[in-house]
T-cell receptor, first 115, second 113 residues
Framework: EDKVVQSPLSLVVHEGDTVTLNCSYEVTNFRSLLWYKQEKKAPTFLFMLTSSGIEKKSGRLSSILDKKELFSILNITATQTGDSAIYLCAVEREYQAGNNRKLIWGLGTSLAVNP | KAGVTQTPRYLIKTRGQQVTLSCSPISGHRSVSWYQQTPGQGLQFLFEYFSETQRNKGNFPGRFSGRQFSNSRSEMNVSTLELGDSALYLC????????????FGSGTRLTVV
């Protein structure tokens, strides 16, 4: 059965700290891995990763994928209170070649950044 | 361009009633997926509609149903509401169901009393 596991489930840090969020997966017919940030309601897109070892970067956030060990990490450096949110990881799998795709979601990591 | 629009934003219903939620996808997106989100349970996939057909389905009872119209707008219906149905219901649209352009709406907060 397909599964996506995120760790830790929750995390409390102080402003300025660096955090690493983990996402491991066991998914058949992997196509891509996505990270989303959910602050209040709508999750917003952060990164899509398809190739191993290539770091995606956006400001203080970065992410990398390891397709051999089946995991991804999301790093946030110099955290700010505005980074407080739930970070969601999803893996896209394909059911029939080019026809049907589905996202498998982890439970998320709840990050709280204290001033 | 306009994002994914969900209505209503908030809803309070009584046990036993039924409810219909609406989702208007981004223009050009043909796939609409529905999720239930509760604390500790994460995003639970309900179903996905693509070109008016249900293409994928999660593990929810038959009280949860949906449909998609020719303009790609989708509705989700929950009949015989239970207290445990209280949750944030999110929809997401994409061009053809994959990860490219996968965009969420702001959700409908349903409270069952």
């Amino acid at each position: 059965e397909d599964k996506v596991v995120q760790s830790p489930l929750s995390l409390v840090v102080h402003e300025g700290d660096t955090v690493t969020l983990n996402c491991s997966y066991e998914v058949t017919n992997f196509r891509s891995l996505l990270w989303y940030k959910q602050e209040k309601k709508a999750p917003t897109f952060l990164f899509m990763l398809t190739s191993s070892g290539i770091e995606k970067k956006s400001g203080r956030l970065s992410s990398i994928l390891d397709k051999k060990e089946l995991f991804s990490i999301l790093n946030i450096t110099a955290t700010q209170t505005g980074d407080s949110a739930i970070y969601l990881c999803a893996v896209e799998r394909e059911y029939q070649a080019g026809n049907n795709r589905k996202l498998i979601w982890g439970l998320g990591t709840s990050l709280a950044v204290n001033p | 361009k306009a994002g994914v629009t969900q209505t209503p934003r908030y809803l309070i219903k009584t046990r036993g009633q039924q409810v219909t939620l609406s989702c208007s996808p981004i223009s050009g997106h043909r796939s609409v997926s529905w999720y239930q989100q509760t604390p500790g349970q994460g995003l639970q996939f309900l179903f996905e509609y693509f070109s008016e057909t249900q293409r994928n389905k999660g593990n929810f009872p038959g009280r949860f149903s949906g449909r998609q119209f020719s303009n790609s707008r989708s509705e989700m219906n929950v009949s015989t509401l239970e207290l445990g149905d209280s949750a944030l219901y999110l929809c997401a649209s994409s061009w053809r169901g994959g990860s490219y352009g996968y965009t969420f709406g702001s959700g409908t907060r349903l409270t069952v009393v």
